[in-house]
């Protein structure tokens, strides 16, 4: 029997709190909704518990836009369940939302809203990786880590690396507990696409290649471009990647590919459908949510490269719309484009041949997304969301006075690291991300001592290296950064865009090694015990990732809180259930007020009645008029 997992969101702290909690304030009677709420979603946890979790789609399907759960008065207060599943081909892992089993649901927020997200950790202690237990020095939540251990990481958000906010070296909670997230979207995080998934070093690979990862848009891309933007049809595709089971084949793929949990397995590439009206843009957001796969993406119109238009980079609003014909997306990478296609065409959306080098996986070309034109009726019919600019200033808006303001600043720091790794020719490898100069050491979460201090307030310029022979993605945790040179060619100036992952070629073994020079932007409040890794989660499951300290100019960043203990579930369910037994008491036993004469009631006297309703005694007066009512 599953331990009881009753969620937040289910009683009242979901969206629409704010809402349940007025009709609380405005309508006294009312109140007894709370507990009868309560005993709902208790009722309802043994559906909950019985449906089998992390389902697929069928091949072929029309593609979905993923479930949402938004803000709500500044405010996303939401339950996810993490859960696993044996199927044939491989095990399955997802985030559900705990009454519905919407699977991997999109975060949808405004910059200055609050994110309170509780995690509820559903792995049996029966299913654990072939790991050994490691207890933590310093940890937030659990003090083992074990094979069902996890944590969230919000992949480009600039929120502080600390406990109970973005910190993933010493955040872990394990089968059978819950964590909440608590933090606050800064006013200047850009509008873009961003996505969360788990961190835990060791396991994080076999998390996300069995679907555990999910969108994150902060809304106002729309504000930042409106005139291309109003009215148009916003559409959210995920592509995720898990073991082929043929890669040992000619030509199969190390990785097959799915949209928005849509499979497409290799041989046969049955694609999944997307709807447009022709010679009508959608904006399409592109996230390469894959644990190892790169994409080079391409829209192919009656069989040739057809232009897409380039909003959005990394989250970031690009400070000019730009034209690309490919669309480089290394694990971690997203993309914001703009996408039309003439009347009478043939389009389908594909990935180009990726060389990752020599020690690399196999990335083909293939086919992902069957494009098929349809009437304005069928696009409507489909619900998907239409942007409408607000008329705001929107964050991001300044992205070329920004980009302008950063390059023209003194760099407080000069860094230089490299990737490197070894193969000892039985099958195991080992990563490395090492500062230049030192020796190469894999990480490890019992050592994990920051190895530098980075001050908020400063710019600083890292010439990244690879010394390996396949590709490495580089990722930076809680900033952007600006890419100032490839392989020592300046960037030119207008493709100088906000990154947070970019994509390093292998070294084909002689000549100078593949390497970036990047502007790191140190901004906001995102003090804490950050890392860099290589996205390629294989390669930074096996050592290729070390910490640093962003702390402010006082040098303050606290340590994670050694003290915070996750809920343990059947904990936080007894205490709910007594919550409800002493609700219904408490209102079966409550001082009653007598009855006012009942009299007919009209509109007009309600509009008075809650129109009137700050005033003491109106306010008492709506209160009988409701219950009588």
């Not at 022979?469 to 040179?485: G, K, M, R, T």
């Not at 140190?522 to 860099?532: K, N, R, S």
Request: net charge negative.
């Amino acid at each position: 029997v599953r331990p009881l997992a009753l969620p937040p969101s289910c009683c009242g702290w979901g969206p629409h709190r704010r809402q349940i909690f007025r009709r609380v304030e405005d309508h006294r009677p009312q109140a007894m909704l709370a507990p009868m709420v309560l005993l709902a979603a208790l009722l309802a946890l043994p559906s909950t518990l019985a449906r089998t979790p992390c389902p697929r789609l069928p091949e072929g399907s029309v593609l979905p836009d993923p479930p949402v759960i938004h803000s709500v008065g500044g405010l996303l207060s939401a339950s996810l369940t993490y859960r696993t599943h044996e199927y044939p081909e491989l095990r399955h892992f997802c985030y559900e939302e705990p009454i519905t089993g919407a699977q991997g649901p999109l975060l949808r927020m405004s910059p200055g809203d609050r994110l309170s997200l509780t995690v509820i950790n559903e792995i049996p202690e029966e299913f654990a990786p072939n790991i050994p237990n490691i207890p933590l020095p310093s940890a937030c939540g659990s003090k083992i880590l074990d094979g069902t251990s996890t944590n969230v990481h919000f992949h480009g958000l600039h929120v502080p690396a600390q406990c109970h906010q973005d910190q993933v070296t010493a955040t872990l909670f394990n089968g059978g507990t819950n964590f909440t997230y608590s933090m606050l979207i800064p006013d200047s995080q850009p509008p873009g696409l961003y996505f969360y998934h788990p961190h835990v070093y060791g396991l994080a690979e076999d998390a996300m290649h069995g679907g555990a990862t999910g969108s994150i848009v902060i809304d106002g891309i729309e504000d930042v471009f409106p005139d291309l933007l109003a009215g148009v049809v916003e559409r959210v595709f995920q592509f995720r990647d898990e073991p082929c089971p043929f890669a040992d084949e000619d030509g199969a793929p190390a990785f097959d590919v799915s949209v928005n949990y849509v499979p497409l397995p290799y041989p046969n590439y049955t694609l999944p459908i997307a709807y447009l009206q022709p010679d009508t843009p959608q904006l399409w957001r592109l996230l390469n949510a894959g644990a190892g796969i790169s994409l080079a993406v391409v829209l192919l119109v009656d069989g040739v490269q057809h232009p897409m238009v380039a909003l959005g980079r990394d989250g970031v609003p690009l400070a000019e719309p730009l034209t690309l014909d490919v669309l480089e997306m290394p694990s971690g990478a997203r993309y914001d484009v703009l996408v039309t296609v003439p009347a009478g065409s043939v389009a389908r959306l594909e990935t180009l041949f990726v060389d990752t080098g020599s020690a690399g996986d196999f990335d083909p070309a293939r086919p992902l997304i069957d494009v098929q034109l349809t009437t304005a009726d069928v696009i409507e019919a489909e619900k998907y969301r239409v942007l409408t600019p607000s008329g705001s200033a929107a964050a991001g808006a300044s992205t070329r006075d920004s980009i302008a303001e950063i390059l023209a600043r003194k760099p407080h720091a000069h860094r230089e690291l490299y990737f490197s790794q070894y193969d000892d020719g039985q099958g195991n490898q080992s990563f490395f991300v090492t500062i230049e100069g030192q020796t190469p050491r894999a990480y490890s979460v019992t050592e994990s001592r920051p190895l530098f201090t980075s001050r908020i307030g400063t710019v600083e310029d890292w010439v990244i290296v690879n010394k390996g022979p396949e590709e490495h993605d580089f990722h930076i945790h809680q900033i952007h950064f600006l890419p100032l040179a490839v392989n020592g060619t300046p960037v030119p100036p207008g493709l100088q865009e906000y990154m947070d992952t970019i994509r390093l070629a292998s070294w084909p073994g002689t000549g100078p090694y593949p390497n970036v020079t990047l502007r790191m932007v140190f901004e906001g409040l995102i003090q804490g015990i950050a890392v860099y890794h290589c996205h390629i989660i294989e390669h930074e499951d096996k050592g290729m990732m070390a910490s640093f300290l962003i702390a402010r100019d006082d040098g303050a960043a606290p340590s994670p809180d050694s003290t915070s203990r996750p809920v343990p579930i059947w904990a936080a369910s007894v205490l709910i259930i007594g919550a409800v037994a002493i609700a219904v008491v408490a209102y079966k036993y409550r001082p009653r007020t007598p009855s006012p004469e009942k009299v007919p009631l009209t509109g007009a006297d309600i509009r008075v009645c809650i129109n009137d309703s700050h005033d003491g005694e109106s306010s008492a007066a709506t209160y009988r008029t409701f219950a009588t009512l």
